[in-house]
Each structure stands twice: as structure tokens, then as C-alpha cells.
């Protein structure tokens, strides 16, 4: 199986979503393998968010039902759209069952619903009342290498817990990189990012074993909002 993406090699802080990251290349292996070895990701609708190239989200385009690939930003939602049609006739999938749409964590779900507008190109990345309810019905949710700033990582979860409470139930695979750097502040070599991420989690007991390469946890809730059944599973 041959998957194209353009791509940038570098990329400013802006526009981090020009680049393929690692945590975008275990992700899309992990739902490659599966959906080459089981059936569990057949004619499921699912939704990548913070897309960047889209890699993941069109990995699963060959086996899925719907797949709405988010971001935010014109550059990176034209790349996205750009990519899906690279790939569509290679891998077989029907392009109209990929949507790119436009989906800021700045702004809270659902997204406003907007009208195509033919002297606005970038029109076609909002979302029409239905896409909104279809988005809700997902049962997947993928992000890989959105964990990197902590203001971010505030606004991301905010997301996700505002999809997570809305329609369908959904277990969301997340891929990071732990990333360390010198702090000045501690005088050592730390994660910083990640600490703050895993102030999110609270590890079921007895799910986590060492050097488990997936674990299940649960964003934090506390007793007042219960879990709804809905997971997480990482990949570090
Ligand atoms: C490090 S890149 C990861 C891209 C891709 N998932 C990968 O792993 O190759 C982080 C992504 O998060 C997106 N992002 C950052 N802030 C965002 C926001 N407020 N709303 C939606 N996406 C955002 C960026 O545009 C970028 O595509």
C-alpha cells in the first residue's frame, strides 16, 4: 500500500501542520495494521483532529464510513484537501466520504455552520448542520503530535471532551512525542509538555503495566462527570 503526501520538511511554529510527524507515522501504522488484520475499523466513522498532512485520517479513508479530517488554518486545510485528492484513485476510497473541515480548539463544539460562498475558497471547509450531527455520531477519534504546548494541550482536551459528551460513544487513539528539553528553571533535562498531559489522565487501576506501548486511561472527570464509557488509548 502506497500513501502520497505533500509535505513540508520544515516548518515554522504556525505552520507545524506542513510536516509529518512521528507520532503521525505510529498512528497511521497502528490503524493500517488494523485495518489490514481485524474488522474493527470497517465502516466506521471516525475524525482526525489536528490533521496537519492528513496521513492518518486517510489511512483509514480506505475502510471507512466517513472520515472528517480537521484543522485549522487555510494552508494546512488546502494541503489536507490536496493530499486526499493524491490519494483517492491510489487507494480506491471515494473522495466524497472524506471531508476536510475547519475545526479551531479555540472555539468551542459544534462549530459554526457556514454556507459555501464562491468568492471565499476557503467556504468549503465549514460545515453544514448535518456534517455536524454525522461528526457527533463518530466512534473514532485519531490525533497524533497534538501535545506540545501547554496552552494547547488546554484547549485540545476542552475539545475533545465537548465531542466526547456529544452523540455517539468514542474511544480516541492519541500518538505523542515525549519530548524533553533543557529547563533553566529546573536546571535539568525535562518533559514539561507531558507532565502537563498527564495531569489529564487518570490510569485505571490495574490497566497499566510497564513498557506497555498502549495504555487505556480516561480524561479527567472526577466523580461529578462520570466517564461515559468513552477511552483513550495512547501511544508513546
Ligand atoms: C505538530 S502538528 C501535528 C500534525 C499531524 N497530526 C502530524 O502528527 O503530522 C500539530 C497540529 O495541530 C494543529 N493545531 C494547532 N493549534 C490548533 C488549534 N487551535 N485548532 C486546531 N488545530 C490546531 C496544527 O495546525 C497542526 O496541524
Known amino acids: 500500500l502506497v500513501l502520497t503526501v505533500q509535505r513540508g520538511v520544515t516548518s515554522s511554529l504556525r505552520s507545524v501542520g506542513l510536516q509529518v510527524w512521528k507520532a503521525a507515522m505510529l498512528l497511521t501504522d497502528f490503524v493500517l495494521h488494523k485495518s489490514f488484520t481485524s474488522s474493527e475499523f470497517d465502516g466506521v466513522t471516525a475524525m482526525e483532529i489536528g490533521a496537519g498532512t492528513g496521513l492518518v485520517g486517510l489511512a483509514h479513508a480506505r475502510v471507512a464510513r466517513r472520515i ?25 476510497f471515494d473522495e466524497a466520504k472524506v471531508l476536510v473541515r475547519e475545526l479551531d480548539w479555540k472555539l468551542s463544539w459544534p462549530p459554526p455552520v457556514g454556507t459555501r460562498d464562491a468568492s471565499d475558497p476557503s467556504s468549503i471547509y465549514l460545515w453544514s448542520a448535518s456534517e455536524i450531527k454525522e461528526a457527533e455520531q463518530a466512534t473514532l477519534l485519531f490525533a497524533a503530535d497534538v501535545i506540545y504546548s501547554d496552552d494547547l494541550t488546554d484547549l485540545f482536551f476542552d475539545t475533545v471532551r465537548q465531542l466526547m459528551s456529544s452523540g455517539a460513544k468514542k474511544v480516541m487513539y492519541l500518538t505523542l512525542e515525549k519530548r524533553y528539553n533543557f529547563s533553566l528553571d529546573e536546571l535539568g533535562v525535562v518533559a514539561n509538555g507531558y507532565k502537563h498531559f498527564r495531569s489529564f489522565f487518570t490510569v485505571l487501576d490495574g490497566m497499566w503495566r510497564p513498557g506497555q506501548c498502549y495504555t487505556e486511561t480516561r480524561p479527567r472527570g472526577g466523580a461529578d462527570r462520570p466517564c461515559d464509557g468513552s477511552s483513550v488509548h495512547q501511544g508513546i
Open 68 to 92: 472528517f479530517i480537521t484543522d485549522r488554518g487555510t494552508d494546512i486545510l488546502d494541503n489536507c484537501l490536496a493530499n486526499v485528492r493524491l490519494n483517492s484513485s491510489m487507494l480506491k
